[in-house]
């Protein structure tokens, strides 16, 4: 199998190019997300066509493919699922982009920026009204009951963290509540489900929610790296913004944590004035290096962790993949590293 090492592109389109057995899933998927916009009104459909054509990561109905293979056989309820968290995720995007003023996303218009807030608000909450009247056709209550519950946790997250937006006692712990729901829900969400449809035992079921979990926990802490250290056209969307906007990351923790009292004084007044901080004014007040390092190491202890939790699995390709998955976030986590 190809390895992920040879390359740091982060695109989940490079991510996921070793498993060419997975693309015909992938490719089915797209069609089906696709297809969801004729089934709502009407008037409507041109939105909703609009928001699902966008070419996505799709890294949820990957997950849940993997989940599936690596414990039974794939069924028509796996693509199902993988349908269903993809559109709770497009609908916290649309909602995502009003709150942050986006308007652009993926090289083309936001739907706020198309057509305003108000009505972009209604395209979300009708993306997620779909989405859990889908899972209601799984014909298994526990899971529809766990989708609802991981999108509770998506819509949490996000409250929590405008509502924490420039708050200078948020703390670590409150950090990774924040971004467990309002980011490694979904993942957890698509690891446990896709091995409950196969009828896994509970021990399974859970240490795939865990791996899940700790991926994508992970993921977001490397996403929050390369908010600060990412080249823009690399990367191909604009960085370097989460403190402008006054959200509180784990470099930006471990910075205020390492600071002496007279630094931490001097960012919270910047912060708190919301002056344009740029990376030169971090590395003059702290160990802006060192407190990067840190959250590169808590991002790559939470994968060792993850790929502890795939040895209740039988050997397969799809679990070959999963520790893929593992292997390839280490290296984009090294790759942040100064």
């Known amino acids: 199998m190809t390895s992920y090492t040879q390359t740091l592109n982060p695109s989940l389109e490079e991510e996921l190019s070793p498993f060419s057995f997975l693309r015909p899933e992938l490719?089915?998927?797209?069609?089906?997300?696709?297809?969801q916009a004729t089934k709502f009104d009407p008037a409507v459909e041109p939105y909703i066509s609009y928001i699902l054509n966008t070419s996505g990561k799709r890294i949820r109905p990957a997950l849940t493919f993997l989940s599936g293979g690596a414990t039974g056989e794939l069924s028509d309820d796996h693509h199902k699922l993988a349908v269903i968290l993809e559109l709770i995720h497009v609908a916290t995007l649309v909602h995502d982009d009003i709150i942050d003023g986006a308007e652009i996303r993926r090289q083309a218009p936001t739907a706020n920026a198309k057509w305003g807030d108000g009505l972009s608000v209604l395209l979300g909450d009708c993306l997620f009204a779909h989405a859990l009247m889908l899972s209601s056709q799984l014909g298994d209550k526990v899971i529809s009951e766990k989708v609802a519950s991981a999108a509770n946790d998506v819509c949490s997250g996000e409250i929590i963290q405008t509502q924490r937006r420039f708050d200078l006692q948020?703390?670590?712990?409150?950090?990774?509540?924040?971004?467990?729901?309002?980011?490694?829900?979904?993942?957890?969400?698509?690891?446990e489900l896709g091995a409950r449809l196969n009828q896994q035992p509970a021990g399974i079921c859970e240490a795939l929610h865990q791996f899940g979990l700790h991926i994508g926990t992970a993921y977001q802490i490397y996403d929050d790296c390369i908010d600060l250290v990412g080249d823009e056209k690399e990367f191909g969307k604009t960085l370097r913004t989460d403190l402008n906007k006054g959200k509180l990351t784990l470099p930006i923790l471990n910075l205020l944590g390492s600071a002496s009292e007279r630094q931490r004084e001097k960012l919270h007044r910047l912060l708190i004035q919301k002056e344009p901080l740029d990376v030169s004014t971090l590395a003059s007040i702290a160990d802006y290096a060192g407190s990067i390092e840190a959250a590169i190491d808590t991002g790559q202890e939470l994968v060792t962790e993850a790929r502890e939790c795939l040895t209740v699995l039988d050997e397969s390709d799809h679990k070959e993949a999963l520790l893929g998955i593992a292997d390839f976030l280490d290296v984009l986590l090294g790759g942040c590293r100064q």
């Open 27 to 35: 490719d089915r998927v797209e069609t089906l997300i696709r297809e």
């Open 170 to 191: 948020l703390s670590k712990s409150d950090y990774f509540d924040i971004i467990q729901k309002k980011t490694a829900a979904l993942f957890a969400a698509a690891m």
